[in-house]
Protein backbone atom coordinates (compact mmCIF):
# COMPACT_ATOMS: atom_id res chain seq x y z
CA UNK A 1 0.00 0.00 0.00
CA UNK A 2 1.13 3.40 -1.01
CA UNK A 3 2.07 5.67 1.88
CA UNK A 4 3.42 8.86 2.19
CA UNK A 5 5.55 10.07 5.10
CA UNK A 6 5.93 13.68 6.33
CA UNK A 7 8.65 14.98 8.26
CA UNK A 8 10.76 18.39 9.20
CA UNK A 9 7.82 19.93 10.97
CA UNK A 10 8.53 21.24 14.50
CA UNK A 11 8.49 24.71 16.67
CA UNK A 12 10.26 27.90 15.08
CA UNK A 13 10.60 31.07 15.77
CA UNK A 14 9.12 34.00 13.24
CA UNK A 15 12.07 34.88 10.33
CA UNK A 16 12.85 31.34 11.02
CA UNK A 17 13.42 28.55 8.41
CA UNK A 18 11.77 25.09 8.34
CA UNK A 19 12.63 22.32 5.70
CA UNK A 20 9.86 19.41 4.97
CA UNK A 21 10.46 16.46 3.41
CA UNK A 22 7.63 13.55 2.54
CA UNK A 23 8.59 10.06 1.07
CA UNK A 24 6.74 7.92 -0.48
CA UNK A 25 7.20 4.33 0.68
CA UNK A 26 5.10 1.33 -1.48
CA UNK A 27 5.15 3.24 -4.37
CA UNK A 28 6.65 5.63 -7.06
CA UNK A 29 4.91 8.69 -8.01
CA UNK A 30 7.32 9.74 -11.39
CA UNK A 31 4.31 11.22 -13.53
CA UNK A 32 2.32 12.52 -10.66
CA UNK A 33 2.06 16.07 -9.65
CA UNK A 34 3.58 16.36 -5.75
CA UNK A 35 2.28 18.99 -3.57
CA UNK A 36 1.97 20.91 -0.01
CA UNK A 37 -1.35 21.70 1.43
CA UNK A 38 -1.58 23.10 5.19
CA UNK A 39 -4.38 23.32 7.49
CA UNK A 40 -5.06 25.66 10.16
CA UNK A 41 -7.03 25.71 13.18
CA UNK A 42 -10.80 26.48 12.47
CA UNK A 43 -9.52 27.20 8.74
CA UNK A 44 -10.30 25.11 5.46
CA UNK A 45 -6.74 22.98 3.53
CA UNK A 46 -5.29 25.56 1.69
CA UNK A 47 -2.64 24.48 -1.44
CA UNK A 48 0.40 25.92 -0.13
CA UNK A 49 2.67 24.82 -3.05
CA UNK A 50 2.53 22.18 -6.01
CA UNK A 51 5.21 20.91 -8.74
CA UNK A 52 4.70 18.77 -11.75
CA UNK A 53 5.79 15.83 -12.57
CA UNK A 54 8.55 16.59 -14.30
CA UNK A 55 9.67 19.19 -11.61
CA UNK A 56 10.07 22.20 -14.22
CA UNK A 57 6.46 23.81 -13.33
CA UNK A 58 5.14 24.78 -10.36
CA UNK A 59 2.70 27.10 -8.02
CA UNK A 60 2.26 28.28 -4.96
CA UNK A 61 -0.09 30.24 -2.74
CA UNK A 62 -0.02 33.88 -2.82
CA UNK A 63 0.94 34.34 0.85
CA UNK A 64 3.90 32.24 0.18
CA UNK A 65 5.57 32.94 -2.85
CA UNK A 66 9.34 34.42 -2.30
CA UNK A 67 9.55 32.57 1.06
CA UNK A 68 8.76 28.87 -0.48
CA UNK A 69 10.14 26.59 -2.12
CA UNK A 70 8.95 23.57 -3.17
CA UNK A 71 10.94 20.62 -5.05
CA UNK A 72 11.13 17.01 -6.30
CA UNK A 73 13.73 14.22 -6.36
CA UNK A 74 11.75 11.80 -8.33
CA UNK A 75 15.17 8.82 -7.51
CA UNK A 76 14.13 9.42 -4.03
CA UNK A 77 10.74 9.59 -4.25
CA UNK A 78 10.73 12.94 -1.93
CA UNK A 79 9.34 16.33 -2.14
CA UNK A 80 10.81 19.01 0.03
CA UNK A 81 9.28 22.55 1.12
CA UNK A 82 12.13 24.86 2.27
CA UNK A 83 10.24 27.75 4.27
CA UNK A 84 12.15 30.58 5.08
CA UNK A 85 10.82 33.63 6.58
CA UNK A 86 8.23 32.21 8.77
CA UNK A 87 5.89 33.78 10.01
CA UNK A 88 2.89 32.93 12.80
CA UNK A 89 0.35 33.10 10.19
CA UNK A 90 2.43 29.91 8.84
CA UNK A 91 2.07 28.15 11.75
CA UNK A 92 -0.30 24.70 11.22
CA UNK A 93 -0.84 21.34 10.16
CA UNK A 94 1.51 20.45 6.67
CA UNK A 95 0.09 17.83 4.63
CA UNK A 96 1.37 16.24 1.41
CA UNK A 97 -0.44 14.94 -1.36
CA UNK A 98 -0.06 13.51 -4.89
CA UNK A 99 -1.67 12.90 -7.90
CA UNK A 100 -1.86 11.13 -11.23
CA UNK A 101 -2.03 14.46 -13.13
CA UNK A 102 0.97 16.66 -14.83
CA UNK A 103 1.01 19.70 -14.19
CA UNK A 104 0.61 21.21 -10.41
CA UNK A 105 -2.74 21.42 -9.59
CA UNK A 106 -4.38 23.37 -6.91
CA UNK A 107 -7.63 21.42 -6.74
CA UNK A 108 -7.51 18.85 -3.98
CA UNK A 109 -9.63 16.21 -5.64
CA UNK A 110 -6.63 15.69 -8.55
CA UNK A 111 -4.96 14.44 -5.64
CA UNK A 112 -5.32 10.26 -4.58
CA UNK A 113 -2.80 9.71 -1.56
CA UNK A 114 -2.42 12.32 1.09
CA UNK A 115 0.15 12.14 4.31
CA UNK A 116 -0.93 12.26 7.93
CA UNK A 117 0.29 15.69 8.05
CA UNK A 118 3.32 17.38 10.29
CA UNK A 119 2.51 20.44 12.70
CA UNK A 120 4.08 23.36 12.22
CA UNK A 121 4.62 25.99 14.70
CA UNK A 122 6.22 30.16 14.55
CA UNK A 123 6.24 31.81 17.34
CA UNK A 124 6.20 35.39 17.37
Known amino acids: QVQLVESGGGLVQAGGSLRLSCTASGGHFPSHALSWWRQAPGKERELVAA????????KYADSVKGRFTIARDNTKDTVYLQMNNLKPEDTAVYYCAAGPTQDPSGYAGHYSYWGQGTQVTVAS
Open 51 to 58: VGWTGDMS
